[in-house]
T-cell receptor, first 118, second 111 residues
Framework: SAVISQKPSRDICQRGTSLTIQCQVD?????MFWYRQQPGQSLTLIAT?????????ESGFVIDKFPISRPNLTFSTLTVSNMSPEDSSIYLC???????????????FGSGTRLTVV | GQSLEQPSEVTAVEGAIVQINCTYQ??????LSWYQQHDGGAPTFLSY????GLEETGRFSSFLSRSDSYGYLLLQELQMKDSASYFC????????????FGQGTTLQVKP
């Protein structure tokens, strides 16, 4: 399965500032997914990052707040902009193993970025 | 849209068997997956069912009934290290590749 390196693992940020989270995958993947997990909650998909095109955002998430870059098939960044305490969460990137075939392969997640906004 | 329901908490003792249920509603179905997440860790893939029946992987098994839109994760010979959150998930229809998660079940294993 794929191996994902996610940075930073945690950060404490001042409100109004921005943080960029990076994910590097050890293999080429078509789609990368960014999730948010608020304390004690499930994972909520923020957006899908596709190489060569704009990211696709889920309802409730906008590009101005969560700009995403996908410069190549192994790398993506998510920026959390103009942060407020409500943005305090764990942010995770993910890829689908198995070459995109929905036939029994799982998804691999990065180790997560634990963000605290003060 | 897709929605999944699972119990919020389950408690069991070491050595016991526990079953975590998941019911789902989807506009299309591409299989039911299970993920484990320890506190502070990333979700890790446990199992996947596309067809009805039981899939076994060591101490963990997963079952699916498509006609009932229902599945479960069965954990046998529980160990303390099994204390974690368990999420069922379905793949969004179409070519989006999106994974939609249930709210998660926190399993506490007691000595």
């Amino acid at each position: 399965s794929a191996v994902i390196s996610q940075k930073p693992s945690r950060d404490i940020c001042q409100r109004g500032t921005s943080l960029t989270i990076q994910c590097q995958v050890d293999s080429q993947v078509t789609m990368m997914f960014w999730y948010r997990q608020q304390p004690g909650q499930s994972l909520t998909l923020i957006a899908t990052a596709n190489q060569g095109s704009e990211a696709t955002y889920e309802s409730g998430f906008v590009i101005d707040k969560f700009p995403i870059s996908r410069p190549n098939l192994t790398f993506s960044t998510l920026t959390v902009s103009n942060m407020s305490p409500e943005d305090s969460s764990i942010y995770l990137c993910s890829v689908e193993d198995g070459g995109g075939e929905p036939v029994g392969y799982g998804y691999t997640f990065g180790s997560g970025t634990r963000l605290t906004v003060v | 849209g897709q929605s999944l329901e699972q119990p919020s908490e389950v408690t069991a003792v070491e050595g016991a068997i526990v079953q975590i249920n998941c019911t789902y509603q989807t506009s299309g179905f591409y299989g039911l997956s299970w993920y484990q997440q320890h506190d502070g860790g990333a979700p890790t893939f446990l199992s996947y069912n596309a067809l009805d029946g039981l899939e076994e992987t060591g101490r963990f098994s997963s079952f699916l009934s498509r006609s009932d839109s229902y599945g479960y994760l069965l954990l046998q010979e529980l160990q303390m290290k099994d204390s974690a959150s368990y999420f069922c998930a379905v793949r969004s229809p179409g070519n989006t590749g999106k994974l939609i998660f249930g709210q998660g079940t926190t399993l506490q294993v007691k000595p």
